[in-house]
T-cell receptor
Framework: DTGVSQNPRHKITKRGQNVTFRCDPISEHNRLYWYRQTLGQGPEFLTYFQNEAQLEKSRLLSDRFSAERPKGSFSTLEIQRTEQGDSAMYLC?????????????FGPGTRLTVL | AQSVTQLDSHVSVSEGTPVLLRCNYSSSYSPSLFWYVQHPNKGLQLLLKYTSAATLVKGINGFEAEFKKSETSFHLTKPSAHMSDAAEYFCVVSDRGGYQKVTFGTGTKLQVIP
């Protein structure tokens, strides 16, 4: 399977714990995006990378959130001191370049539940 | 600035009847427009996209959409609904100028009644 993969698929944690998600984009895709989707809503943009450079962060991304893409391949999204409001589906997508016409290919998502 | 409005949060059709899912957009630039489908517990899948070529765009599974600049609309249609079409559909706008920031609509849940 050469699509976008995300791990884990599900994560249940207690409030205050740290969690880390991983995204493996399609090989050779330069752009990598993170989104958050809550029940009944469309995905909301969190941040994106062009290769290893993080180019923009949404205001939704508080100081407790950090994302990295150290070698321009896979990416991690860490949430520190989780809160119940962080419960959501976290989606990763990749695209070949920065052209607005490019399709973003989505992974299956990581569903986070904070108890 | 860009935005997307999906006019119906839920649409219910009988199997074999036409489907119409409505989407209006706002964009400061020449937009690219996409429709994605999300089945329960599955990832988002691209149905079709408009990128300034033909205004009538054909996608997978018999879906198509027409870009109407004068109406700022990009409605999704299908002549005959199938049970497997039951899912959530998202209209998406992207700045074609190159930045590729995308904005999703809030989604339309399609129910197909046998």
């Amino acid at each position: 399977d050469t699509g976008v993969s995300q791990n884990p698929r599900h994560k249940i944690t207690k409030r205050g714990q740290n969690v880390t998600f991983r995204c493996d984009p399609i090989s050779e895709h330069n752009r990598l995006y993170w989104y958050r989707q809550t029940l009944g809503q469309g995905p909301e943009f969190l941040t994106y990378f062009q290769n290893e450079a993080q180019l923009e962060k949404s205001r939704l991304l508080s100081d407790r959130f950090s994302a990295e893409r150290p070698k321009g391949s896979f990416s991690t999204l860490e949430i520190q001191r989780t809160e119940q409001g962080d419960s959501a589906m976290y989606l990763c997508a990749s695209s070949p370049s920065d052209r607005g016409t490019d399709t973003q290919y989505f992974g299956p998502g990581t569903r986070l539940t904070v108890l | 600035a860009q935005s997307v409005t999906q006019l119906d949060s839920h649409v219910s059709v009988s199997e074999g009847t036409p489907v119409l899912l409505r989407c209006n957009y706002s964009s400061s630039y020449s937009p690219s427009l996409f429709w994605y489908v999300q089945h329960p517990n599955k990832g988002l899948q691209l149905l079709l996209k408009y990128t300034s070529a033909a205004t009538l765009v054909k996608g997978i599974n018999g879906f198509e959409a027409e870009f109407k600049k004068s109406e700022t609309s990009f409605h999704l249609t299908k002549p005959s609904a199938h049970m497997s079409d039951a899912a959530e559909y998202f209209c998406v706008v992207s700045d074609r100028g190159g930045y590729q920031k995308v904005t999703f609509g809030t989604g339309t849940k399609l129910q197909v009644i046998p």
